[in-house]
């Protein structure tokens, strides 16, 4: 344990500081912030012309924006990893040394999982000074949605290590991440657009096919790491903190049961695939 646990900190560090000189996370982050600017701008549009604004917290929706943008890179680049080392022959030199498969998706986890979270941090500080400058209060429910990004950004990226030890190449392993969210994305939309339906005869197609997108709506919700994070703001917004606490510890599940899946894929399909 003690050897899997000096691996695993020497591939986190190894990887957060390739993270840290790349672009991507500053990419990130910024596109982040133009979000919240275009946000914040139209509020503080709406008040210059005297009008009034009713808001429950400004930023809110901002980190989740910010959030969600830093969640779909780190899909994108776990999705990659295992994939690439392993045709660049980097796993195979890496297992020579004292490097298992737990050690080493549990290093490229918290790599992950620590590139997000100093992005997440360093998102919440810098609406903290937009809420200086503009005059819009903070409140608590930003510290959740912070709080609960975490766990849901280590269900993307064991989402991701999943996936990406599933394919033997990292064009498959996009094109598997790509289907996924297609499909995730295709029933949210199918659901929204058919439950506002109303259907007079009870033998019309459309209401079978409104019950059925309404269910696989209701269990990509708990399937989606994205859909437990929006479900866990918004119950934080509306002060329903069992249905917070509820995401947060599903979206740990998520983490623990699709880590144990890559590391059992691993072992099986082996280093070369």
Do not use: C
Not at 20 to 46: E, F, K, N, Q
Not at 192 to 197: E, F, P, R, S, V
Request: without cysteine; glycine residues 8%.
């Amino acid at each position: 344990m003690r050897d899997r646990l000096h691996a695993a900190r020497t591939i986190a560090a190894r990887d957060l500081l390739g993270l840290a000189a790349s672009p991507a996370p500053y990419v990130v982050l910024a596109l982040g912030m133009l979000a919240t600017l275009v946000i914040l701008r139209g509020h503080l549009d709406v008040v210059a012309r005297g009008q009034i604004l009713l808001l429950a917290d400004a930023f809110t929706l901002p980190y989740f924006i910010t959030a969600t943008i830093a969640m779909l890179f780190l899909a994108i680049s776990s999705a990659t990893a295992v994939a690439r080392e392993r045709d660049q022959g980097t796993l195979e030199t890496l297992f020579h040394g004292p490097v298992d498969a737990p050690s080493y998706l549990a290093g490229k986890e918290l790599a992950q999982v620590g590139a997000f979270a100093a992005i997440g941090l360093a998102a919440a500080l810098l609406l903290v000074a937009y809420g200086g400058l503009t005059g819009f209060r903070v409140t608590g429910v930003l510290a959740l949605a912070v709080l609960l990004s975490i766990p849901a950004a280590g269900a993307v990226v064991a989402l991701g290590l999943f996936l990406s030890t599933a394919t033997g190449s990292v064009r498959a392993a996009l094109a598997l991440l790509v289907a996924v969210t297609a499909l995730l994305l295709a029933t949210r939309v199918a659901a929204d657009l058919l439950g506002g339906i109303v259907v007079a005869n009870n033998q019309s197609p459309l209401l079978f096919a409104r019950d059925l997108f309404l269910i696989l709506d209701a269990i990509a919700a708990r399937l989606s790491p994205f859909s437990l994070f929006q479900d866990g703001v918004d119950a934080a917004s509306r002060g329903e903190y069992v249905g917070y606490l509820t995401a947060m510890g599903v979206a740990m599940l998520h983490v623990v049961a699709l880590m144990w899946a890559a590391i059992r894929l691993l072992d099986a399909r082996g280093l070369r695939g």
